[in-house]
């Protein structure tokens, strides 16, 4: 499921210095730095909300900190760092002057291209446009301003519009020397093949459950252990999904759904028609699509368990599960009524579990 991910202040990925459970990712990256093959462009993929953004971002920074690659010199690293041995991660200071430069946008060897501000509108543009990527010939026309690498990072390659695809294409075919182009993307499949082939690929992986925990308790202290435990069961291996799953009345609508399941085989249909109200009154849809999802997933597990004992009970649970996804799909093309889903969903998982064939309960 697709979420919007605007964070600001620490949580920003561009401000954040912490990236947990891409350790082969950096060692990657590394490696290829310190072999002086550096390839000049580099996407980045892997699902929404991973850290792909903060690991470009770390890049940057650890790149202009220690100036790489002096054009003049052509050795890896200016004398003055006198360093005995490759770093074994991309950790900077985040108090370096240079580092506080990139973090405020006022470093001139770095460059970082995201959505704008529509000033017509007030809101953030839905798209990178052709104008931003445009600003990539300008930045590169002029020499580093100190005699190093300059550094670009697109966030994400998703945004691009097709003119602007093919703008940066054509910036990818033959960049500068001493330039590193970090692309973020979280779909892959809908970039043009022309730009993959011009990339080394890193794809990032899902965090793990004790990497996610972490987090969490790191961004939300106050949360109890339980919701813990709920955002990092729908959270898809995404520290971007489970902040966006904590912000707002989601997690209540979760806590809720478990109570009504924690009878299960029995089920309180006065509590789900109370639920299946609140989720009527959010006009946006997005509490459904959340509460649908959970069911999804609650289902699922329920198949996962029938598959490995007796595979022909499953089924009836598959349509369950097929009826879930279907309606996340078909609500806004057909204006469904949420509540009444809702409720079908749970008569249909009554009257299964009511069967004595359902193999639960």
């Not at 979420?3 to 561009?14: K, M, T, V, W």
């Not at 798209?127 to 550094?151: C, H, M, P, Y």
């Amino acid at each position: 499921m697709e979420f919007n991910q605007d964070l600001e202040g620490e949580r920003s990925p561009i401000n954040n210095p912490l990236l947990l459970g891409h350790d082969d990712a950096e060692q990657l990256f590394l490696s290829s730095f310190f072999s002086k093959r550096v390839p000049h462009a580099w996407l980045l993929t892997g699902t929404k909300g991973i850290g792909k953004a903060t690991f470009a971002y770390r890049v940057a920074r650890f790149v202009l900190t220690n100036n790489a690659i002096s054009s003049e010199t052509d050795e890896l690293f200016s004398s003055d760092l006198e360093m005995d041995k490759p770093p074994i991660n991309l950790n900077s200071d985040i108090n370096n002057p240079i580092c506080r430069r990139i973090m405020s946008g006022g470093h001139p060897d770095f460059l970082n291209i995201t959505r704008t501000l529509d000033e017509k509108t007030g809101k953030i543009k839905k798209q990178i446009t052709v104008d931003e990527i445009r600003k990539i010939n300008s930045f590169l026309s002029l020499t580093s301003a100190e005699g190093g690498w300059r550094v670009i990072v697109i966030d994400s390659l998703d945004d691009l519009n097709l003119n602007s695809a093919n703008a940066l294409l054509k910036i990818l075919e033959e960049p500068p020397a001493n330039t590193l182009i970090l692309l973020v993307c979280h779909n892959l499949m809908s970039i043009l093949e022309t730009i993959k082939s011009r990339c080394r690929h890193i794809k990032l992986k899902l965090l793990e459950k004790d990497i996610l925990i972490t987090l969490i308790k790191k961004y939300l202290i106050e949360l109890p252990m339980d919701e813990t435990e709920i955002l990092t069961r729908l959270s898809g291996g995404s520290i971007g999904r489970a902040l966006y799953l904590a912000d707002g009345p989601t997690l209540e609508v979760f806590n809720q759904i478990e109570t009504i399941l924690a009878t299960f085989p029995k089920i309180d249909m006065s509590k789900v028609h109370e639920l299946g109200n609140t989720l009527q009154r959010d006009k946006t849809g997005d509490l459904f699509i959340h509460a649908m999802h959970f069911l999804a997933n609650w289902v699922a597990n329920n198949i996962k368990n029938l598959a490995t004992s007796d595979l022909e009970k499953s089924q009836p649970w598959l349509d369950i599960w097929d009826r879930i996804v279907d309606s996340v799909n078909k609500l806004k093309a057909l204006n469904l009524d949420q509540k009444q889903v809702f409720l079908n969903t749970f008569v249909s998982i009554k009257t299964l579990t009511n069967n004595s064939n359902s193999g639960l309960g």
